[in-house]
């Protein structure tokens, strides 16, 4: 049973700081990516950030340039460091990562999600 567990949410003001942390336990062969959508009040869930197991990145062009997105491989967790924060950032964010776990097939990819966590910026 595969878990991602996130924390660091919270409310700031504009141009704040936050980071993001999503740990993923349980039993693991890999990590093929991890990464951070969002979903604000009346909008779509979209792609923040992903880092993949080589280590490169992409990002939302409303973020890229404030937000930065790394991965310790060690504790299979994942930060997103959201720096110049403003009120359209406002939304709840949720980890997502692709993880290979052994089966009785042998090692299949699934798809895990966290429970989110809300960030809130005020202008």
């Known amino acids: 049973q595969v878990q991602l567990r996130e924390s660091g949410g919270g409310l700031v003001q504009a141009g704040g700081s936050l980071r993001l942390s999503c740990a993923a336990s349980g039993s693991i062969f890999a990590i093929n990516a991890m990464g951070w959508y969002r979903q604000g009040p009346g909008k779509q869930r979209e792609l923040v950030a992903r880092?993949?197991?080589?280590?490169?990145?992409n990002y939302v062009d409303s973020v890229t340039g404030r937000f930065t997105i790394s991965r310790d491989n060690a504790k299979n967790t994942a930060y997103l460091q959201m720096n110049s924060l403003k009120p359209e950032d406002t939304a709840v964010y949720y980890c997502?990562?692709?993880?290979?776990?052994?089966?009785?097939?042998?090692?299949?990819?699934?798809?895990?999600w966290g429970q989110g966590t809300q960030v809130a910026v005020s202008s």
């Open positions: 997502n990562a692709k993880i290979v776990v052994p089966t009785a097939a042998g090692p299949y990819e699934y798809d895990y």
């Open positions: 880092v993949i197991s080589g280590g490169s990145a």
